[in-house]
């Protein structure tokens, strides 16, 4: 995929490096054609009234080869009343004294008064004046759109000069006996081409933009795919551990009961009975809570709302785990702020939104855990912190934990067992109490889970 972004770039950069040189050669041609136009019509308005025949012109002169044609097509001779005189004009150029013929066709019997024409009539002597050039070639620029600057030239020859740059148009020749040679010098014309190819170079900048969103997000998605496999597959492997794990328990209990006779020692019985129960308990809250948080994604889950203690039901959660506690050697302090603690929610779902902020204090330990809980009440709130002394939680991934299966990443390390589900099922239930949740760490020592819930959720 970048190789072929890459492919569609450098075809872009050079179809538009193809328009920008055929933008420049258009506007020399348009340039050069609308300049030989701009003198045609002003030698035509000059000329008009004249019924001779001008042949053999030095130059680049269209206008006089058009009058020929012309009049040729337009005008009936008669042989007998036309007489042909050739007239011999010595004309000075730069390269030196040079002598032109000139054929009239005329009705007139002697030559005297087209000698005098010749001489004396300022239509056929005289150059254009650059001003009159100069406004009627900008106004014909500008019905072309060609707004670029540029200046005009006149010399008395007609070869090319060593000052012409690129974009010179070329010299036309005006005048018949001794003829000017006019040209117009422009500036660089690519901000004008540029100007010209801007939907282009739009349409170009938002292809290859299009294309390069459309990569990042396929890319990105990539990406997610395959964490959410590793997540996936991690999850599984958890997972399995945490099933496979009570059953084998409870299998166990149950062959004890079988072949050690432990039916006949009700003791004993009871204990093994009791292992059982409390490993399908545990098989139960997971199995539960994997339901629960699937109902919660598809929007089947409706909570149960009933007025209760919340510091009764934090207690009660103390004291069933205290065993676990016990076992990892876990100090557990409780403050209380305020009197009432009443609130209106589902009894259940809170119990396991503290039952998993207890387990995480304890899996993630460092040494003997410490557990600080401090429960507040408001007028219209109830509040729980929970902090404990364990290894943190990287500031990078502070609200990553709250995503269903993630995991914070510690290396190689795998002797915490879980699932990446009760935080998640934690935060959705709090969201789903209108309530908040939230995690401060320093990422070295420590967590802290602080949540609120509002003390009704009527309606």
Request: contains cysteine; hydrophobic residues 40%; glycine residues 6%.
């Amino acid at each position: 995929m970048v190789i072929s972004i890459l492919l569609i770039i450098v075809f872009q950069v050079y179809w538009l490096g193809k328009v920008f040189n055929e933008g420049k050669n258009a506007f020399r041609k348009t340039t050069d054609l609308t300049f030989k136009e701009t003198l045609y019509r002003l030698q035509a308005a000059r000329f008009t009234g004249y019924t001779m025949i001008f042949k053999g012109l030095p130059g680049d002169n269209v206008f006089m080869s058009d009058v020929v044609d012309a009049v040729h097509k337009t005008r009936i001779y008669n042989k007998d009343s036309t007489k042909k005189f050739i007239i011999s004009v010595n004309t000075n150029l730069e390269s030196g004294v040079k002598n032109r013929r000139i054929l009239i066709n005329s009705k007139n019997e002697t030559l005297a008064p087209l000698e005098k024409l010749f001489r004396e009539n300022k239509s056929l002597n005289d150059t254009i004046p650059i001003k009159k050039i100069d406004s009627l070639y900008h106004n014909l620029l500008g019905r072309e759109g060609i707004t670029v600057k540029y200046r005009l030239l006149h010399s008395t020859f007609p070869g090319k000069d060593s000052m012409e740059g690129n974009y010179s148009t070329k010299k036309a020749a005006v005048g018949l006996i001794d003829p000017f040679f006019y040209r117009a010098d422009f500036e660089d014309p690519s901000a004008y081409v540029f100007k010209k190819m801007a939907i282009q170079m739009l349409l170009s900048v938002l292809l290859i933009a299009l294309i390069t969103i459309s990569f990042v997000f396929l890319y990105r998605n990539l990406v997610a795919q395959q964490k959410l496999t590793a997540i996936k597959n991690e999850f599984i492997a958890n997972i399995t551990h945490e099933l496979k794990t009570p059953i084998a328990t409870v299998s166990v209990a149950i062959e004890a009961m079988k072949n050690f006779n432990a039916l006949q020692n009700p003791e004993q019985a009871r204990e093994y009975l009791g292992i059982a129960a409390q490993e399908l308990d545990r098989l139960s809250l997971l199995v539960d809570k994997v339901l629960r948080l699937s109902m919660f994604e598809n929007r089947q889950l409706e909570l149960k709302y009933s007025r209760f203690d919340f510091l009764e039901l934090l207690h009660e959660v103390i004291k069933s785990m205290q065993l676990q506690f016990e076992k990892c050697n876990a100090a557990v302090n409780v403050e209380v702020t305020g009197e009432d603690f009443s609130i209106e929610a589902d009894r259940m779902d809170i119990t396991g939104v503290i039952y998993n902020l207890f387990d995480n204090a304890i899996k993630y330990r460092k040494g003997n855990p410490l557990i600080k809980v401090t429960a507040s009440s408001s007028t219209n709130h109830i509040g729980l912190s929970i902090m404990d002394n364990g290894i943190g939680i990287n500031p990078l991934y502070k609200d990553k934990i709250f995503e269903k299966f993630f995991r914070v990443p510690h290396g190689h390390l795998h002797d915490v067992k879980g699932y990446g589900l009760g935080l998640s099922y934690a935060a959705h239930i709090i969201s789903q109490h209108r309530g908040t949740i939230e995690a401060k760490s320093d990422g070295k020592s420590g967590t802290t889970f602080t949540l609120k819930l509002p003390r009704t959720n009527a309606g």
